[in-house]
Structure formats: C-alpha cells, structure tokens
C-alpha cells in the first residue's frame, strides 16, 4: 500500500516544488527514497517552518496569531514568549493546550482555572478548537474516579503536530475528527528503486513513517518526519499511545495537504514493567553471548531516550524533582547528545550523500555511534593537565594508623592514603544512609497530569502521584527510584613502587565489616556455629550471597603470587587468610566458603586472576538465569570488597574482561593503577564505569559531557568535568613528588648505572663484520633504489642479527629469537635470510664446536683418578692452590683455565703449535675441558632444578674416597644418582670451555664469579630481550657454578611464582636470568641489588622500567647496574641513540605505525653510519 | 717495578730456599724479585766437577708463558755456552713450557755441564774442539774450571 501510494503522491510533490523552490534540491537529490523525505511544508505559515525563521530572542507574535489565526491577548503572548522565546511551534502548542498558564514550568499540571483555552481563535480556529474540544469531551472526559492502579494506558500530555494527507477527496476528514495514530511497518524493503537503484538494506530501520486513519479505518495521510521520528519510537517501543484529533482539514483535501492534529499522549502501563526494557550489561546471556544483538538493543535504547526527551518536550512536560549534580548539566541537556549523534549521522550521512540521506536520530546505515567510536586521544599535556589535579596531593592530611594485624611500617603518605581510603568507605557508608530517601542522580520525577488538555479531570491512581525517566537510558518507573549506593571505593593511582598493593592491604586490615568483627569477636564460637551453617549453606542458591569478610583481589596472572606473599608478610600470622584462586586450585564453592555464616573461617582475601573471571564470567552466563548463585564461583558473592590491580587492564570498556569486572558485586570497589588513562578519555570511563559512580558510570551521561565536547573541540569543558568526576575518586602521588620540606616521598637507596664496554673476540668480530657489511649494502642499495619502507623488515632484521651477534654470535642462527621482536615476518626472513650465506656459516662454525660427545671410553680410569687428583694441586702455570677452574687438556693435563687458555693464546700469537706445557702433544683451544665439580648443595638444587643438569656433555662419576682398586667407581660412563650415592660423593663433568662462549658471556661469567666471592649471598638479575640468549646463559652460568633461575613469558604461573619465591627466599648467592618482556610490568625483585643488563633496547625507557623492577620500594641497598654493551658496534650506536630520544617529547607508543617506521630508519641510519 | 709479583714467582723463590736443590742456589736481588744470582755447583764426574758457576737469572714480565732469561757470569768452556755466557739450551728456547720452573731449568744446566752437545753447538770453536779432540777439549774444561770457578 505504501509505495503504491507514494508515487503517485511524489509526482503531485513536485509540482508543488514550484511553490517551494527551496526544496527542489533535496526532493531532487534523493528521488528513489520516497520515505525520507522529511518535511511536508506547503504554506509559509507552516509552525515547523516558522521556528526556523526566527532567531530572534523571541517569536514574532504575528505569525503567532497567523497560526493560531485570531485575537490573542498582548499578555498571553508575552507570557509565551517569556517561557518559549523563539520556539514559535512550542508557543503555540502551549497555547492550545492551555499549558501555558502554568504559572511555572516545575508543575506541568494546568491550573484549575477556567475553560477560557480557546477563547477568540480566528475562524477556522475558533471552529475546529471547538468542535475538536467536543470530540474529546465526548471521548475522554469523565469523573475523576481514584484508580486502585495504574491502568493500562494513562495521559501524560497533548500535543499539536502537523500532517500532510496521501489521499484526496471530499469530507475525509473534519476538525474534531478523531483520527487514529498507527504505525505499520513495512514488511520488507523494495528490491529495486525507481530508476533500478538498488536500495539500503537498512531501509527497515529508517522507517519511521506514522500514519493516521480515520475512523472508519482509511488512511488519511502521514504525521510529519520531525514529529514521526520520535513518536514512532515511541509507539513501537510500547512506550506510548496517541490519540489524535483533527484540529484543521480543509474541507476538500488533496493530496499533499496539510492538517493539523491534536494527539493526546498516554503512557502504556507496559512501558514501567521492569523487564520490559533491556538493559544493557545486566543480563551476563545477553552480554556474553550476543555480542552483535546488543548493538540493536543499544540502538532502541538510544532512540527511546531521545524519543521521550522529545515527548516531554513537546508535551511541555517539566520533571518535578532532578538530583542537584544531574540537574547542573541537564540544561545543557541531552537534547545535546542527540544533537551530537545527529552530526555523527549526517556526517556519515554526507560522506554516503549518493547513496542516501540517513535520518538523523534513526542511525541508518552506521550503528549507533556510541557503539563504534573508540574516542580521541588525548595528547601528552592534556593528560598532564588533569593528572595535575589529581596529584595535587595535601601533605597534611591526617595519618591512620593501620590494626596491629598488620605488622609492616608504613610510611607516612602511606598512613595518609590509609586514611584517605577509610573514610572514602566510610563516608560512603553515612551518605549510603542518607541517600535512602534520595531519588538516584540520573532520574527525574514526573507528575501525572490531574487534568487533560481540555481541562477534564483525569482520573487519579492511587498513590501514583509520579513517574520517574531516566533520561539517559529511556528507562521508565512507577516506582520512587531509590539511590543505589554510589561509589564506596575509589581509584588508588599512586605511581609505581609506591607501594599500592601494601596501602590496600592495610586497609583490608584496618577497615572490616561489621559482621566479621563479630565473627572475630566471636572467635571460637562462631567457628562451632559455621559447621551447622555450613550445612545450611550447602543446598544451593541462586541468589548472590554476602561475603562480608572477603576482599576479593583481581590482578595479572603475574602478580598473583606477589600479592599473596606480600599479604602473609604485611600480616601478623593467623590473622588474615588468603586464598589463591586460579586454574586448577579453584575447586572450592565459594559460596559455601565466603557465606556471612562462615565469617569467622571465611577466606580474608581471595586473589584472582583477570583470566579467571573471563573464564568464569564466561560459564555463569552460558548457564542462564540464577547461574551466578548456582556457579557457586567468583560471581555468586558480594564481596565486602573488591580490589582490581593494574586496573588499566579494563580500559576498554567493550572488553570482556571490562564487562565481567563491571559484574562482580561487591559493597567497597577499588581499582589500582599507575594510569587510570592510558591515552583516552574512555579509559577512565572504564573505571569508573567499574566503580559504579553515578551518575558517571552511565555512558550516555559520560559522553554527553565529556566525550561530546570534548571531541567538538571544548577541550577545557570536558577535561573541567572530568576534573571534578576525578577529584573525589582519586588519590595519586608520585615518585618524585617532595614533602613541603623538600624531602623525597619515598628516599630510595642510591642507583649506580656503569656501562661497560667489551670488546669482542677475534672469531665474534669477524661474524659481526659480516654481517654488518651485508646490513650495509642492503641499506644503501635500498637507499638508492628509493625501497626503503618497503624493505624495512629486511634491513631490520638484519640490525636484529648485527645485535643478536653482539651477544654471542650464534644466537643469529636461532628462529625462536624472533619471537621477542616486534615483526613476526621478520621470522622468514631470519630463517631465510642467511641460509645461503656460506661465508657466515663458515665463520659461525667456530661457534659451534661439535657436540662434545665424546666417547666416553676414551676417559680411562686413570685419567678420571689422575684429574680427581689433580684438582687440589697448585697450578702448574701460575702456582694457584688449588686451581682455578681446573681445565685439562686434551691429553688430560691440568691447570687454571686462565692460565691454560693463555698460554695457548701465547703460543698462537708467536704462530706456534700449541702444545702441551706438559707433554708437548699438540692441543687445541677447543680441546681444553673445563671440570665442574658439583658440590652436594648443587645436586641438591638439581634436583628442584633441571636448570642444572642442562647441557652436560659427559658426565663422569667419581667418588671421592676412591678405592683404588674399584674400578667401576671411576668408570665414566655411570652418570650419578642423587639417591644411589652418598652425599659424600663429588661428581665431575667435563665441559668444553670454548663452548657456548662469547666476549659477553666471559665478561658477565668473570663479573659473577667476582661477586660469588666477595659477597657470597648476593642476589643478582640479569635481563636480555633475547630469551635465546639466555639459553644461551643458562649452561655458561652452570659451567661457571653459579646457581641461577629463570624467568620469561613462556612459563606458567604457577612456574613464575615458584621461580620468583625460589629467587627470594634462596639464601646463597644465585643469579634470576629473566627476559626484558617478562620483567617489565610490576614485578618486585627487591631482593637482588645487582643488575646486568645484556643488551641495549632501542629506548631507555624500557630498560629503566626493568632496572626499577629492582630499584624500587623496598630496596634498602645501594644498586648497581651494569650495561654491558660491546664497543665499536651497533650497540654503542644504539645508547647514542637513546640519549638522542630522551629529547623527543613524545615517545613511541603516540606515534603511528608509520611514524614509528620512519623513526625506526632514521635510527637505523644512525646506526649503520 | 709496578706490578706485583705473581704468586707463582713468590712460590718458586720460596721453595727454592726452603727446599734447596742439592749443588744449585739462586738468591733472588732485593731491589728486584725477578732477578736472581744462581751458582751451580759442576756435577760430579764431569770436566766441571769441583767449579762453582755464577749465572744471572732473570723473569721477564710474561714468565711463565716465556722461559726465564739466564747467562753464565763464570767463564766457562763449553760447546754449548758462548763466551758472553748465553746458553743454547731446547727447554730455554722452543721447548719452554710454563710447566717449568727455575729449579728445573736449573737442574737442565748442570744437566748440561755432565753433558755437552757438540752438535748443537753455541760457540763453534768449543764444539769443533770438542768434537776434533774431545780429550783436549775437556782437558781444557777442567782448566778453565779451576782457573774461573773456584769456589769463594
């Protein structure tokens, strides 16, 4: 029917364009979509048309009368004018509804006086108000009966639109006609447009055509765009029903004509039943399994929010009660974000002008635009800006001191952020009570009209004096909407090494809930009870239910065996019980655990990971309705509180992690983070979102007074704004912030950064001339050729190589290598890149002497015995007692390494055949062995430790209170056993020294074995970027005997947390070889006081960051850096480099992906010049 | 003097007083550890018995990897000592080994001295003697032995 019906009617259209030359081009440009055009206007005095004609402060109270058509009274104009300044279309609806006389616009009910309201109207006017007052009286008046409920339709407003018919005829329809208001939604798009343009497949949501028939059922035409835009909203959303009564028809219509009509709007009952609307993010189905159905629901939600503005705007309805801070922005209104969804539209509209003009409000063709923008960042001295705000920090602040459960020290500004954190809970919980009789910030209150637009008294409902809107969700309710509780918690933004985690945990110890103070003060009794309880407990629930002595912890996996240490350090023993809950170890029904019943033995502090509540977020919402009690897993409780750590891990508030925090429940939440905004505003939306402070944690609010101006370009606006959301929520001190008495927050031990420079061996130097050689010429051939981005992989690749053999030059031929780097094409090319290079191999050979899997039998008994005897001797070379790394030639002669390994380089340089300073055999430098003799405490580790028994090439048992005449006691080939042989027995292997070996390995090895001797309980780290070198480390250090552990992203937690306890509770010396990615983010390895950095990454920054992994709170010795960096290489050129960087404001992570290739050529440049 | 001495020269100089070789001392100078006065006694049943000789020793700063430097300061005649005293000696030369210390390069001398090689001679006019006339030649020997080194 439509579209039969529209052609014909464009074509009467376009002849009326003559008339209305200003709408030719737009019927013009789109004359294919009949549906979107927008306006019907035809006469000059049309309202819709005369709003926009007039800027001046006020309307023109002549084509006020024009329209009303006779005599209005000086006073009623101006009294109009007061209230509608210019909008001319309101004016005049308030004047036939007779709202106007509402002496103020906080009660939209008219007064009871007089029936005057249509007094002297023009004549067709005074003949239609007329009659269309009777039509209505007849309809609607009635005596107000009090209702016991809401019935299930009930007035709200009345309102004029206009309309302009689709049919012609005689007496279709006469002023006070009722008409009825429907929608019909077509049911599917056209296939084909005139002129065979295909159409949007959208098409079905931009529909939004109302039509009113008569009452005989026959279509009479269609309510304007502007008008229908909203109210079809409304009426398919079931939020409304209109009653519609021709206010003027011409008595004979043509198509095209323009009518007026009078709708009553009545609230569906429908509209105010909870579940009627879907809220976003409550329903864990909904979020987690439809992902692409939310977008719709979001759309409806958006379009109903602007639908009932609209309405309440055109019905002239004013709320009754506002929150104060909601009511501070609501003027700037959020018509304001309508109108910036608008420009997000016809911006998008424009760009697709040749397909079609979206409708604004109607989305179109993009989703709503809320959905998809990921927001502006923010540049660096915006964000310096509102840190600035944040850091303001009073150093006056009184102290709290923590419950002498806690038994560490705090400093002072940690007592200060104590105090701060408690009475952010604490304050909350007094304004908690004060907010029961306080409506929630982001509702307003409407009075139910007492009398229609004909002054008939409607009738009452009993104790429904009000509905309540939400604005910004469209959200409908009878009911008085209570405050929830607001935030009861905060944002802990201290910078890194601040101590953040032992500031929460003091305030777990120091501010309790009410119910596990009794549960404590209850003590042994309440441990009796909670068996009976327990059983109780065990019949599950569905429902959520308290944790009330539960701190429940969300961090990176990294950080979870941090936390749980610290927690049992910071507390006296037995007071706080923690409870790791990750992977396999969570087989526990929290329920049953954390219930109030069970606070007595309740875990205190429960430590997750963010993958578990993914996971476990996951799996309720697969399960459905009452899952999260039935779960029985993180989410089936409301925690007493809850701590993020590192919480920028839910920035992105469109995250899955984001949305399964956003669900945990709990009475205090507090998020942790050295930056709450990364680079977006969003970022701290997120959070904030997450901390549930309203009215921020609604993003339509947040982007209506943040988002929106801020990306109009009101810079100062939105940051103001979030200024304040901040400011309360915020605490934040910094490392180099200074008492007023110029001392350091935090007096930190004094940090010594050395760089050493090393040269490299003669082999090493030729692989690396090579290979910088060929770096060159691919540089500059490709300079020449002008191919340099495109060949940037190839030449950075090539850098990587020129570094990696800087740290040992066979680490060029591993591929795993690559994995630490940033391009992952860069693995071909590795792998490609150098396979044809014979030369490289040749010289690379050296490197790789063959396994030394010698034949075993080769080591006679006598020999084992002769170098067992030998090893206490004094060096025959240099006279050491006993020897050095005793070292045996390969006809089994002993001596120092150093002094074997000298004298053979003595002789090659006088172009000597080396040979034995013993027999004078002949010996080769890659035939000297090392003996490592492995002492009882090694083979110990060993056994916790498969580090240690890596890479022996031969392995020969030896006991060390050798019976002569036993011989299988020195045979080579037994390979010890722990448990066969007494600890007594002192194994030797035999290792090649020139293995494995490089200039930077040597250099590192003499440096530990140095400090091994001087200072036998230090703790040393040792970070490289290149996990291959440390492999590669791993066998030299046990060559050395030096205990080490290692550390890098490859391990599981529960490895890392093994490993870094190992690391700290280790009471000898003993050497954390971890990967400069691993060791990045938050680690504490405070117990070391050594640092060996083994290779230069392209920014200080990031070396820096792994260097305070150790020089950070908790330090309390001096620490030493050593950056081992080869001379005449590329790594000197790469410190160059970084100096040069420490210039450039803004760092890598603000620039493109192209910018940083450039960046990156311009570097490589410098370094291969 | 600016580096210290090596443990191994301080050990050696130790030894070689508290377990002296029978018929060899060598006194280090006190102004200069590496500098030693040696006096080998001439072994027995050879030309030299009964002459006491007088070398100089000297460490270079790369001993051990380099032999010790060592000349006779006693006259002495023999096909494998030249008349500035300098000593054609395999372990002193090509055959050096760190291995070996003062004690036994000494013990290699006085070795020597009951063994002359003519063949591979220092001093060509001792060794054509020596090999042309081997009674004279150590006649000669025993002369210059009581002529040059006797003992103080």
């Known amino acids: 029917m439509t579209d039969v019906q529209e052609r014909p009617h464009k074509k009467r259209r376009f002849f009326v364009d003559d008339d209305e030359p200003q709408q030719e081009p737009e019927f013009a440009a789109e004359p294919s979509l009949p549906d979107e055009i927008n306006t019907a206007p035809e006469a000059s005095e049309h309202v819709s048309h005369a709003e926009q004609e007039y800027t001046q402060d006020v309307f023109d109270p002549d084509t006020f009368k024009a329209v009303v058509g006779g005599e209005v009274p000086h006073s009623a104009i101006r009294s109009l004018q007061k209230r509608f300044s210019t909008n001319l279309e309101q004016a005049i609806n308030a004047y036939f509804d007779g709202s106007w006389r509402t002496p103020s ?44 409920a809401m019935p299930s339709t009930r007035y709200i407003g009345a309102l004029g639109v206009a309309g302009w018919t689709t049919r012609s005829g005689n007496g279709l329809l006469k002023p006070g006609d009722n008409v009825k208001i429907e929608r019909t939604k077509q049911a599917m798009p056209q296939k084909v447009g005139r002129g065979g343009r ?25 309510l304007e765009k502007d008008n229908a835009n909203w109210i079809s909203t409304l009426v398919d959303q079931k939020v409304c029903s209109f009653h519609g009564t021709c206010v003027f028809a011409p008595e004979r219509i043509r198509t095209n004509d323009t009518v007026y009509l009078q709708l009553k709007c009545y609230m569906l009952k429908q509209a105010f039943e909870k579940g009627n609307f879907i ?43 506002v929150n104060e801070t909601t009511a501070k922005h609501k003027r700037e209104g959020i018509l304001q974000a309508a109108q910036v969804a608008e420009q997000y539209d016809n911006q998008d509209a424009t760009q697709k002008a040749k397909k079609s003009s979206t409708p604004p409000e109607n989305g179109g063709s993009s989703p709503p635009s809320e959905e998809n923008e990921e927001g502006e960042e923010l540049e660096q001295d915006q964000l310096d800006t509102l840190y600035k705000k944040a850091q303001s920090f009073d150093f006056d602040t009184p102290v709290t001191e923590p419950a002498e459960t806690f038994v560490m020290d705090l400093r002072k500004y940690q007592k200060q952020a104590l105090h701060w954190m408690i009475n952010k809970e604490m304050q909350q919980q007094d304004s908690e009570r004060a907010a029961a009789q306080s409506m929630h910030p982001l509702w307003e209150e409407y009075l139910w009209p007492g009398k229609d637009a004909d002054e008939k008294d409607l009738p009452h409902v009993a104790s429904q004096e009000a509905f309540y809107v939400n604005p910004y969700s469209g959200e409908l309710s009878l009911d008085f909407p209570v405050q929830e ?31 596990q103070q009794a549960a404590i003060a209850a003590g042994g009794a309440a441990a009796e009870d909670s068996v009976s309880s327990l059983t109780r407990q065990l019949k599950k629930t569905d429902d959520v239910i308290s944790a009330p002595a539960t701190t429940l912890v969300v961090a990176p996996m990294s950080l979870l065996a941090q936390w749980a240490s610290e927690a049992e350090k910071a507390s006296r023993p037995g007071t706080l019980r923690t409870m790791m809950y990750y992977g396999n170890e969570k087989n526990a029904n929290l329920q049953t655990l954390c219930s109030a019943a069970n606070a007595a033995n309740a875990p205190n502090v429960i430590i997750t990971s963010y993958g578990t509540v993914l996971s476990e977020y996951n799996s309720v919402a697969a399960l459905g309705e009452g899952a999260r009690g039935r779960h029985g897993g993180l989410f089936s409780l409301d925690y007493w509180r809850i701590i993020l750590d590192e919480a920028h891990m839910i920035k992105n508030r469109q995250s899955k992690t984001a949305k399964a925090c956003y669900e945990l429940s709990a009475h205090h939440r507090w998020v942790l983070t050295g930056t709450p905004i990364v680079n977006r505003l969003e970022d701290l939306f997120s959070l904030v979102r997450f901390l549930r402070v309203e009215p921020w944690s609604n993003f339509s609010f947040w982007k209506t007074f943040i988002t929106a101006p801020f990306e109009k370009g009101e810079f100062v606006r939105a940051l103001d704004v979030v200024q304040t959301v901040l400011e309360p929520l915020v605490l934040r001190r910094t490392k180099d912030m ?45 300079v020449e050729a002008g191919t340099l981005m495109k060949s940037y992989t190839t030449i950075f690749a090539q850098i990587l190589r020129l570094r990696q053999s800087c740290c040992h030059p066979i680490l060029t031929r591993k591929k795993e290598v690559v994995a630490e780097e940033d391009a992952a094409e860069e693995a071909a090319d590795i792998a490609n890149g150098l396979a044809d290079d014979m030369d490289l191999v040749t010289l690379l050979a050296k490197f790789q002497a063959e396994e030394g899997e010698q034949d075993a039998s080769k080591f006679g008994t006598n020999v084992l015995k002769q170098i067992q005897d030998e090893a206490n001797m004094e060096c025959p070379i240099c006279s050491e007692e006993p020897m050095e790394e005793q070292s045996v030639t390969g006809c089994w002669h002993s001596a120092c390494k150093k002094c074997l390994l000298d004298y053979i380089e003595h002789q090659t340089q006088k172009n000597e055949v080396p040979r034995c300073f013993n027999c004078r055999e002949p010996i080769n430098a890659r035939d000297v062995f090392e003996v490592i003799r492995h002492e009882p405490d090694d083979a110990e580790d060993e056994d916790v430790d498969n580090s240690i028994v890596a890479g022996h090439r031969l392995t020969a048992a030896i006991d060390a209170d050798g019976e002569d005449d036993n011989e299988d006691l020195y045979s080579s080939t037994q390979p010890f056993k722990p448990d066969a042989k007494p600890k007594a027995a002192a194994r030797i292997s035999l290792r090649r020294v020139n293995q494995l070996s490089s200039a930077k390995i040597n250099i590192l090895i003499t440096h530990l074995k140095k400090l091994k001797k001087a200072e036998p309980q230090t703790k040393v780290v040792v970070f490289s970027q290149f996990t291959s070198f440390l492999d590669v480390l791993g066998p030299a250090l046990t060559g050395a005997s030096i205990h080490y552990l290692r550390f890098d992203g490859s391990m599981s937690q529960k490895e890392r947390a093994r490993v870094l306890t190992d690391f700290a509770n280790r009471t000898k010396f003993s050497v954390l070889l971890i990967s400069l990615r691993a060791g990045g983010v938050g680690l504490n390895l405070t117990c070391a006081k050594r640092v060996f950095m083994m290779d230069p990454w392209w920014s200080f920054a990031v070396e820096a960051q792994a260097i305070d992994r150790v ?14 960096v080869v001379g005449n290489s590329i790594e000197e050129k790469m410190l160059r480099v970084q100096d040069r960087k420490k210039f450039i404001a803004s760092s890598l992570g603000m620039m493109s992906d192209e ?12 370094l291969l010049s | 003097m600016a580096a210290p001495l090596p443990k191994r020269i301080i050990k050696e100089t130790e030894r070689l007083q508290s377990e002296p070789v029978p018929g060899i001392s060598a006194e280090p100078h006190e102004e200069n550890a590496r500098y030693f006065d040696v006096k080998v006694d001439g072994p027995s049943g050879s030309c030299y018995e009964g002459g006491e000789f007088q070398l100089e020793l000297f460490l270079p700063d790369d001993y051990p990897m380099c032999p010790p430097r060592i000349r006779f300061l006693t006259k002495i005649y023999h096909p494998n000592i030249d008349r500035l005293g300098r000593i054609c000696l395999d372990v002193l030369k090509n055959n050096w080994s760190p291995a070996l210390q003062i004690r036994t390069i000494l013990l290699s001398i006085q070795a020597l001295l009951g063994a002359p090689n003519p063949e591979d001679p220092l001093n060509e006019a001792v060794a054509k003697q020596w090999k042309e006339n081997q009674p004279e030649a150590i006649k000669t020997a025993r002369e210059w032995t009581t002529l040059y080194a006797q003992k103080k």
Do not use: W
């Open chain 1, 279 to 321: 809220k976003p993010l409550e329903n864990n189905r909904q979020t987690g399994l439809f992902e692409t159905k939310e977008t719709t629901d979001e759309q409806d939600l958006r379009l109903r929010q602007v639908a009932l503005v609209q309405l309440f705007q055109e019905i002239n309805l004013q709320p009754s009660k």
């Open chain 1, 1111 to 1124: 020089h950070r709170m908790g330090q309390t010795e001096e620490v030493k850096v050593t950056r081992l």
């Open chain 1, 485 to 515: 509780q607001t935030c009861r918690g905060g944002i802990l933004a201290d910078e890194m090494g601040l101590g953040k985690t032992i500031e929460m945990l003091s305030l777990v110890h120091s501010h309790t809930s009410p119910e």
């Open chain 1, 738 to 782: 200074r008492t007023p008495s110029g001392e350091a927050l935090v007096p930190l031990p004094a940090k010594i950064v050395e760089v050493e420079h090393i040269q490299l061996s003669q082999p090493e130097r030729e692989v690396y001339d090579h290979i910088y050689a060929r770096a060159k010429r691919t540089f500059a051939a490709n």
């Open chain 1, 1155 to 1166: 910018e940083k290739k450039m960046q990156r050529i311009e570097d490589i440049k410098e």
């Open chain 1, 105 to 148: 616009p906080q009660k939209p009910k008219p007064p009871a006086v007089g029936l005057k309201f249509p007094r002297a109207l023009g004549r067709e006017g005074s003949s239609t108000c007329s009659s269309k007052e009777n039509g209505t009286t007849s309809g609607k008046t009635s005596p107000p009966p009090a209702l016991e």
């Open chain 1, 198 to 222: 295909p159409k949007q497949l959208q098409r079905k949501t931009q529909d939004v055509i109302v039509r009113f028939t008569n009452m005989k059922g026959e279509e009479i035409g269609r």
